[in-house]
């Protein structure tokens, strides 16, 4: 069964940067495109960003545009989420997953396997 983790989370200040990591195990990481999803309190499951199984392809909602980058090694089973320029308002669980081919990559459906997440948090 694929299992992914996390890691990288912490405690940062507004206009710090943080690295998040994800390690996918148990299946062939380089036929599923990946994801970064977050939820903050209160708020539903929000999309990220989104990298392609070849890593060619990256999509980022409008929110992080700009400020975070998703990346992936599929020698080392693991994608990145790089955030630069921290809010508060980014403050959330941040969670890994993965999927296949799909033309949605910003809809929460389209991913079948999902981590246990990472805690942001970003003090003004």
């Known amino acids: 069964q694929v299992q992914l983790e996390e890691s990288g989370g912490g405690l940062v200040q507004a206009g710090d940067s943080l690295k998040l990591s994800c390690v996918v195990s148990?299946?062939?990481?380089?036929?599923?495109?990946m994801g970064w999803f977050r939820q903050g309190p209160g708020k539903g499951r929000e999309f990220v960003a989104s990298?392609?199984?070849?890593?060619?392809?990256?999509v980022y909602a409008d929110s992080v545009k700009g400020r975070f980058t998703i990346s992936r090694d599929n020698a080392k089973n693991t994608v990145y989420l790089q955030m630069h320029s921290l809010k508060p308002e980014d403050t959330a669980v941040y969670y890994c997953?993965?999927?296949?081919?799909?033309?949605?990559?910003?809809?929460?459906?389209?991913?079948?396997?999902w981590g246990q997440g990472t805690q942001v948090t970003v003090s003004s």
């Open positions: 997953a993965g999927r296949r081919i799909t033309t949605y990559v910003t809809t929460e459906s389209s991913y079948v396997f």
């Open positions: 148990g299946g062939i990481f380089n036929v599923y495109g």
């Open positions: 990298i392609s199984s070849s890593g060619l392809t990256e």
